[in-house]
């Protein structure tokens, strides 16, 4: 079991850049972590992950603009995005699982929501 609370979203013009950061309760280490986005009237979308060995996976519409990362001393996640587009707007979430084959995500935060516009 482990709680995890994002932080760090907010309002950026298009081309700016936010990070969010999530802060989980256990050791980061034993858990597959990763970042979902939900846009309004969309499904949820995998946006990154990143393994206890520090592998990272991206999603096609992220890639060369998002880097995840994680501070293992500090149990937290981080989601740093760059050249941010209106299309990037959604509730990010933070998600985890004991392993990387389980298909779902047991473990969520609340979400953090970023708004991309002019």
């Known amino acids: 079991q482990v709680d995890l609370v994002e932080s760090g979203g907010g309002s950026v013009q298009p081309g700016g850049s936010l990070r969010l950061s999530c802060v989980a309760t256990?050791?980061?280490?034993?858990?597959?972590m990763g970042w979902i986005r939900q846009a309004p009237g969309e499904e949820r979308e995998g946006v990154a992950t990143?393994?206890?060995?520090?592998?990272?996976t991206y999603g096609d519409s992220v890639k060369g603009r998002f880097a995840i990362s994680k501070d293992n001393a500090k149990n937290t996640l981080y989601l740093q995005m760059n050249a941010l587009k209106p299309e990037d707007t959604a509730m990010y979430y933070c998600?985890?699982?004991?392993?990387?084959?389980?298909?779902?995500?047991?473990?969520w935060g609340q979400g953090t929501q970023v708004a991309v516009s002019s």
């Open positions: 998600a985890a699982k004991e392993h990387s084959w389980y298909p779902a995500w047991p473990y």
């Open positions: 256990g050791d980061i280490t034993k858990y597959f």
């Open positions: 990143i393994d206890s060995d520090g592998t990272t």
